[in-house]
């Protein structure tokens, strides 16, 4: 009986330290419907790590093209009170209202942009195989997951779809037409239990404890 006790109290003492939530957000971004016969060719991968009011993004450029890179990165969240940080490349930046998307007329468009103040030199481009990474801080409370999986689409007369996630890749060479667009939406997150849910099976673990001991 005294291991169900100590176990509840390491519980308690353990989640209750927790921030108060904590989620993971996922994406893919394919190749719009125009390009269908490239779609083998290029990926984006979308990682968001949610804890409190920090969400640390992850995109990942994913291809066989060894001279592509992704030129932009467009995104919509829910509206709130944001700031970003930590850029890796460090030349990137996060403006919003997005510019003028390529890739087709977008009528209602991306709120987000992140681009390249170098504008893709050197070792500043995010290449095929590499990574763009950056904080997005939430500056009126904590990010919950329908801030990202509620967030408005952009879309396009171009091409049929509603989309919360955007990419123009550049720079590859041996594949029509030179630059494409890519376009997604992010997944259901991967919650971690909050503190309060996790207090409640410490104390009900107590309370079974005193149970039997009485």
Same mark, same amino acid.
């Given at each position: 009986?005294?291991?169900?006790?100590?176990?509840?109290?390491?519980?308690?003492?353990?989640?209750?330290?927790?921030?108060?939530?904590?989620?993971?957000?996922?994406?893919?971004?394919?190749?719009?419907?125009?390009?269908?016969?490239?779609?083998?060719?290029?990926?984006?991968?979308?990682?968001?790590?949610?804890?409190?009011?920090?969400?640390?993004?992850?995109?990942?450029?994913?291809?066989?093209?060894?001279?592509?890179?992704?030129?932009?990165?467009?995104?919509?969240?829910?509206?709130?009170?944001?700031?970003?940080?930590?850029?890796?490349?460090?030349?990137?930046?996060?403006?919003?209202?997005?510019?003028? %998307? @390529?890739?087709?007329?977008?009528? =209602? $468009?991306?709120?987000?942009? #992140?681009?390249?103040?170098?504008? +893709? /030199?050197?070792?500043?481009?995010?290449?095929?195989?590499?990574?763009?990474?950056?904080?997005?801080?939430?500056?009126?409370?904590?990010?919950?997951?329908?801030?990202?999986?509620?967030?408005?689409?952009?879309?396009?007369?171009?091409?049929?779809?509603?989309?919360?996630?955007?990419?123009?890749?550049?720079?590859?060479?041996?594949?029509?037409?030179?630059?494409?667009?890519? %376009? @997604?939406?992010?997944?259901?997150? =991967? $919650?971690?239990?909050?503190? #309060?849910?996790?207090?409640?099976? +410490? /104390?009900?673990?107590?309370?079974?404890?005193?149970?039997?001991?009485?």
């Amino acid at each position: 009986m005294r291991i169900v006790r100590r176990l509840a109290l390491g519980l308690l003492l353990l989640f209750t330290a927790l921030p108060a939530s904590a989620f993971v957000i996922t994406g893919t971004l394919d190749l719009d419907p125009r390009n269908p016969e490239l779609d083998d060719n290029f990926d984006i991968d979308i990682a968001i790590n949610a804890v409190g009011d920090t969400a640390s993004w992850t995109v990942t450029f994913v291809s066989d093209q060894p001279s592509a890179f992704l030129g932009e990165f467009y995104f919509n969240v829910v509206d709130g009170d944001y700031t970003f940080s930590d850029f890796n490349p460090d030349s990137w930046q996060i403006v919003t209202p997005a510019s003028e %998307v @390529g890739g087709g007329n977008w009528s =209602n $468009g991306f709120i987000y942009e #992140a681009n390249d103040t170098e504008n +893709g /030199a050197g070792d500043h481009r995010v290449n095929a195989g590499e990574s763009l990474t950056f904080v997005m801080t939430k500056n009126d409370g904590n990010f919950v997951e329908t801030d990202f999986v509620g967030a408005p689409c952009a879309t396009t007369s171009a091409f049929d779809g509603c989309w919360q996630l955007g990419a123009h890749i550049q720079g590859f060479e041996n594949l029509p037409p030179g630059s494409l667009f890519l %376009v @997604g939406n992010f997944d259901g997150g =991967n $919650g971690i239990p909050e503190p #309060a849910t996790l207090a409640l099976l +410490g /104390a009900a673990l107590l309370a079974m404890g005193a149970r039997r001991r009485a």
